[in-house]
T-cell receptor, first 114, second 114 residues
Framework: NAGVTQTPKFQVLKTGQSMTLQCAQD?????MSWYRQDPGMGLRLIHY???????DQGEVPNGYNVSRSTTEDFPLRLLSAAPSQTSVYFC?????????????FGDGTRLSIL | AQTVTQSQPEMSVQEAETVTLSCTYD???????LFWYKQPPSRQMILVIR??????QNATENRFSVNFQKAAKSFSLKISDSQLGDTAMYFC???????????FGEGTQLTVNP
């Protein structure tokens, strides 16, 4: 049972390039989310989804797009990378949103924008 | 809006001693969940303990326990008999039952010294 799988683990981009961070879960979870982790700021929510076909913005959505065409996958797209997007990105999933079930996290993607 | 504050960026403790990490939060709702996550150098996010706001009894998980003070909006984590493997960043997090969002504090870096 793989849990939450994120790819790639590391990536270096040039300013202006685009890329997609992949996230897949095999637990049939309805709720999925993306966070970015920056020193001294904890994890901040970028976008989230409560089920296939439904997405919504989190705390820091600017510069990122998401889609949820299947229950399993929730990719995060950077349209035009900027140095301010240098961060560690985590994908997480849980059985549903409004419950006490904890979120399961992927291992993170370290992204550097030059 | 829900907020979570961890006022101790760094803490250290001697092996086998007890340490308490502080967390305060703010929410306008009466029903919510609180979590402590651990992030070791491997970068994984690991659930340590959770607390439902409607439960008066403090949660415990082996060497980990919480002091939940609902009126004061305080949720501290106590680690007893600290072990070297407890060295990690610890995050406090809040989720309101009416929504899906998980809000994290800034984190506390705990170092256990031999």
């Amino acid at each position: 049972n793989a849990g939450v799988t994120q790819t790639p683990k590391f990536q270096v981009l040039k300013t202006g390039q685009s890329m997609t961070l992949q996230c897949a879960q095999d637990m049939n979870h309805e709720y999925m989310s993306w966070y970015r982790q920056d020193p001294g700021m904890g994890l901040r929510l970028i976008h989230y989804s409560v089920g296939a076909g439904i997405t919504d913005q989190g705390e820091v959505p600017n510069g990122y797009n998401v889609s949820r065409s299947t229950t399993e996958d929730f990719p995060l797209r950077l349209l035009s990378a900027a140095p301010s997007q240098t961060s560690v990105y985590f994908c997480a999933s849980s059985r549903d949103g409004p419950s006490n079930q904890p979120q399961h996290f992927g291992d993170g993607t370290r992204l550097s924008i030059l | 809006a829900q907020t979570v504050t961890q006022s101790q960026p760094e803490m250290s403790v001697q092996e086998a001693e007890t340490v308490t990490l502080s967390c305060t939060y703010d929410t306008s709702e009466n029903n919510y969940y609180l979590f402590w996550y651990k992030q070791p150098p491997s970068r994984q996010m690991i659930l340590v303990i959770r607390q439902e706001a409607y439960k008066q009894q403090n949660a415990t998980e082996n060497r980990f326990s919480v002091n939940f003070q609902k009126a004061a909006k305080s949720f501290s984590l106590k680690i007893s008999d600290s072990q070297l493997g407890d060295t990690a960043m610890y995050f406090c997090a809040l989720k309101e039952t009416s929504g899906s969002r998980l809000t994290f504090g800034e984190g506390t870096q705990l170092t256990v010294n031999p």
